[in-house]
């Protein structure tokens, strides 16, 4: 069956930049668009970034705008969320998770994607 796998989650400091990563298996993965999301205690998962299959557009919250960038090596079966200038509020879990190219356009929503990872816990102290 499908896996998605992230790692790169960890405690920083305010200010510092770390690289998520996503590594799927048994998933055709040039025929899907990634996502990231992250979920907070007592808060709801938060749409974070978005690229799409063929990485001709990526999207991004609001809050997470000019620092994160997303990527995706079709290569290796792959997507990043490199994260710059972390904030204590960037403080969640981060889940990957794939959407079939045929979804429409509302990258945010996470009800369009069907595989999901487990998370990672990232930190930000201040």
């Known amino acids: 069956q499908v896996q998605l796998t992230e790692t790169g989650g960890t405690t920083v400091q305010a200010g510092a930049s770390l690289r998520l990563a996503c590594e799927a298996s048994?998933?055709?993965?040039?025929?899907?668009?990634m996502g990231w999301f992250r979920q907070a205690p007592g808060e709801e998962r938060e749409f974070t970034a978005a690229i799409k299959w063929n990485s001709e557009a990526t999207y991004y919250g609001d809050s997470v705008k000019g620092r994160f960038v997303i990527s995706k090596d079709n290569d290796k079966n792959i997507v990043f969320l490199q994260m710059t200038n972390l904030k204590p509020e960037d403080t969640a879990v981060y889940f990957c998770a794939a959407r079939p190219l045929a979804s429409g356009h509302d990258y945010h929503s996470p009800d369009k994607y069907v595989y999901w990872g487990r998370g990672t816990q990232v930190t930000v102290s201040s």
């Open positions: 048994r998933l055709p993965f040039n025929y899907y668009s």
